[in-house]
């Protein structure tokens, strides 16, 4: 990445909405279908058309919406010119690496886009939110319900997705001992 001088802000403003401190009966996932790259403005997309059905319906303390992948993958773009006499302009494939053009999130085979908590009754409009985000993605998906059991509702942790990756250190960190002097 040390080519890439300035990649782009990445378009999704939050990675969870609704009640964050409530714990819910029941889990509603969209799953990816398909290994596929989405770019950032559909993943915000998404998120916006789900999180308006939800808010609809129960305002802001009745769900809890998450985004579950974030944007690092970085998007190029060697532009070409389309006019009479580009052909003198341009250079073609030399030097085409591309300026940055967007972030998208590479989503694997399975792996959960959106999560939902909603409460026992809300599963329909859960799925019902679900559905209308999946029609920004450009993939197949589909929707799962998962009850969460009462010993677990307690212990739901909020994830946001890393939005840097970072190498673990491989080496154990030294302790480092002050050196004491005595004094004269």
């Known amino acids: 990445m040390k080519y890439i001088h300035g990649s782009p802000t990445p378009k999704v403003s939050k990675f969870n909405m609704g009640d964050l401190s409530t714990h819910f009966a029941r889990r509603v996932h969209l ?17 916006v058309s789900a999180n308006k059905v939800l808010f609809d319906k129960y305002g802001e303390t009745g769900y809890r919406l998450q985004l579950c992948v974030y944007p690092h993958i970085i998007l190029r773009e060697n532009k070409m010119i389309a006019t009479a006499g580009a052909d003198r302009l ?12 967007g972030r998208a999130a590479r989503v694997h085979d ?18 019902k939110a679900l559905d209308t985000a ?13 009850e969460i059991p009462v010993e677990e509702q307690a212990q739901v942790p909020v994830e946001a997705p890393v939005p840097h990756e970072e190498a673990e250190p491989t080496e154990a960190a030294e302790e480092v001992t002050p050196i004491v002097t005595a004094g004269a």
């Open 31 to 47: 799953v990816s279908r398909e290994n596929v790259q989405i770019r950032h403005n559909a993943l915000e997309s998404a998120r």
């Open 90 to 101: 341009q250079e073609g494939m030399r030097r085409a690496f591309g300026k940055p053009t």
């Open 110 to 127: 399975g792996q959960s886009i959106l999560i939902v908590y909603v409460p026992e009754d809300g599963v329909d409009t859960a799925r």
């Open 134 to 146: 999946s029609t920004k993605f450009p993939m197949r998906s589909r929707i799962t319900v998962e």
